[in-house]
């Protein structure tokens, strides 16, 4: 992750591009390929959980670093499984923000 956990979301403030090609490659590089990126527009990631109880806590701990963060994933929950989709709606793609989230998420996974 070289450092994007340590690093803080910023808010969009709109009329910035999206992300694409090589600088886009570069963030990916860094957070790790267990991410997915989706038609260069949003990150998502699967988590896996011994139980429902588990994988509610882990969304929890993702919807306490949304708020911190000001930067809002959206969630998906089932039994034993977390499914998080992360972009920035403001600009309709990918940030460097949604890197830093991406990389926050993956340090309260309780692998």
């Known amino acids: ?23 886009l490659a570069a963030l990916h ?6 991410w997915h990126v989706i038609r260069e ?3 998502e990631k699967k988590f896996s959980f011994k139980d429902f109880r588990s994988a509610l806590g882990f969304t929890n701990a993702v ?3 949304a708020e911190t963060e000001n930067h809002h994933p959206d969630i ?3 039994w034993g499984k977390v ?6 709606h403001k600009i309709d793609g990918l940030t460097e923000s949604d890197f830093v989230l991406a990389a926050k998420v993956d340090q309260a996974y309780p692998a």
């Open 41 to 43: 527009h949003h990150l």
């Open 63 to 65: 919807g306490e670093i």
């Open 29 to 34: 590089d860094r957070l790790g390929h267990e």
């Open 83 to 88: 499914k998080v989709t992360i972009w920035t």
């Open 76 to 78: 998906y929950l089932t």
């Open 1 to 23: 992750m070289t450092g994007l956990a340590d690093r803080k979301c910023v808010p969009c403030k709109g009329n910035v591009p999206p992300l694409k090609g090589a600088a």
